[in-house]
């Protein structure tokens, strides 16, 4: 981290499958510089329009295992019948260059994350919680069913854990309806934006301000 530039921070968006949090991360991602998104390790096969190193590192299952017997994880779970991590490497870097870092996890990763004196205690900055909604059940079945990418059994699977994964949003800090992904993912840059102009996060930059008044012209 060079000198003048703060950590970043953390950014975990959970949301139930097919609400669109891929899309929100993308879009916002457009919106914004300084923010890089994790890519999460599972044992989930590739879907046909996926690719490994972009959406996910595919691993087998002994893979996944050894890396959590070698606490890589930040955090992982079992999600509709697969593993899903954030290793360590994929986010420490990024917060120590002055990235912000966008994870998209489920609700029991992003409530280990958050768990007073958890794991992101490792990464020594701030984690805020976003939960994304979709605009009613309606929309959600339109979703998965209209993204094409799962199977009728695993599209089930998703829709049964919905209502499970939204009874959680009370443990976030905001909460986004996507109803027209544009302005979603606009409410999405600006919680990160305003992250950023916080006073705490701005010292250092303050502080160069305040001294090259101290040192020039009428000023000093
Ligand atoms: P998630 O990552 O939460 O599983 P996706 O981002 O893959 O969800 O979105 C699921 C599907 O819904 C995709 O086909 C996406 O294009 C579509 N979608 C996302 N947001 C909206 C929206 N606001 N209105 C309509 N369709 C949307
Ligand atoms: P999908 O298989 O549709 O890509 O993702 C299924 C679910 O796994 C989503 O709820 C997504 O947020 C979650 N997920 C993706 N990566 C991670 C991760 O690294 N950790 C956890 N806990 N969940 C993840």
């Known amino acids: 981290m060079s000198a003048g530039t703060a950590r970043g921070e953390l950014f975990l968006l959970s949301a139930p499958s097919g609400a669109g949090k891929t899309t929100l991360v993308h879009r916002a991602m457009e919106l914004l510089d300084g923010v890089e998104f994790s890519i999460s390790h599972t044992t989930r096969r590739p879907r046909e329009s996926e690719e490994e190193g972009v959406d996910y590192h595919f691993v087998e299952c002994a893979a996944f295992a050894s890396m959590v017997a070698d606490d890589r994880f930040l955090e992982w779970a079992q999600v509709h019948g697969n593993r899903y991590g954030t290793s360590i490497d994929e986010v420490l870097p990024r917060i120590e260059r002055g990235m912000d870092v966008l994870l998209d996890i489920d609700v029991q990763g992003a409530a280990q994350v958050m768990a007073a004196g958890g794991p992101a205690g490792r990464l020594d900055t701030a984690v805020h919680s976003v939960f994304v909604m979709p605009p009613s059940p309606q929309a959600l079945v339109a979703r998965l069913r209209g993204r094409g990418l799962d199977e009728a059994p695993a599209i089930r699977q998703r829709l049964q854990g919905a209502l499970g994964e939204l009874g959680r949003v009370r443990e976030y800090d905001y909460v986004i309806v996507n109803d ?35 040192a020039h012209g009428p000023f000093s």
């Open 180 to 214: 027209r992904a544009e302005a979603a993912s606009e409410t999405l840059a600006a919680i990160i934006l305003e992250k950023r102009q916080r006073r705490e996060r701005m010292r250092e930059r303050v502080r160069s301000v305040l001294a090259d008044f101290h």
